[in-house]
T-cell receptor
């Protein structure tokens, strides 16, 4: 069965303290890996799509990377406004999207 | 700007009642989806549609139905609401490739 696992479940960082979120997956024939940001009471907001191992995408303080088994979302010098839940999803060969349970990030001023 | 809107945003209902959640998108996307989000679970697919008159069951479809009479709308109906259907529901749409675009969600409480 296709699975997506995110770790850690929750992460508390001091402002400026860089870290990484992990998304591991077991889907074979990945058609894409997606990262989303979700704020409380809101729908997920698209951040990045990665399609092949070795690919990297950047946006402000966020950088997403992809290997054959996992993806990392690196957060450099985070700010309190980066606090949110970060979701990853894989697009399978069966044209389905499988979501992880997310990492809840809190950045403390 | 194109968008996807859900209504109502919040609803409280009683066990056994029929409930319909509306989803409307203005991107002209063929593909539309309904997910539910619960603590401890990722977003789980309820139903999806690849075009007008096309509907398909997802992972957690029992107790739910959808219909697709035009490109813009995919209403989700709970035929007889149960307490286990208390959740936050998200509608999403996408082109044939690329990312999913999500609505703001509908929080449903079944008493």
């Amino acid at each position: 069965e296709d699975q997506v696992t995110q770790s850690p479940e929750a992460l508390r960082l001091q402002e400026g303290e860089s870290s990484s979120l992990n998304c591991s997956y077991t889907v074979s024939g990945l058609r894409g890996l997606f990262w989303y940001r979700q704020d409380p009471g809101k729908g997920p907001e698209f951040l990045f799509t990665l399609y092949s191992a070795g690919e990297e995408k950047e946006k402000e303080r966020l950088k997403a990377t992809l290997t054959k088994k996992e993806s990392f979302l690196h957060i450099t010098a985070p700010k309190p406004e980066d606090s949110a839940t970060y979701l990853c999803a894989v697009h399978s060969p069966g044209n389905q999207f499988y979501f992880g349970t997310g990492t809840s990030l809190t950045v403390i001023p | 700007d194109a968008e996807i809107t859900q209504s109502p945003r919040h609803k409280i209902t009683e066990t056994g009642r029929q409930v319909t959640l509306a989803c409307h998108q203005t991107w002209n996307h063929n593909n539309m989806f309904w997910y539910r989000q619960d603590l401890g679970h990722g977003l789980r697919l309820i139903h999806y549609s690849y075009g007008v008159q096309d509907t398909n069951k997802g992972e957690v479809s029992d107790g739910y139905s959808v219909s697709r009479s035009n490109t813009e709308d995919l209403p989700l109906t709970l035929e007889s609401a149960a307490s286990s259907q208390t959740s936050v529901y998200f509608c999403a749409s996408r082109e044939n490739t690329g990312e999913l675009f999500f609505g703001e969600g509908s929080r449903l409480t079944v008493l």
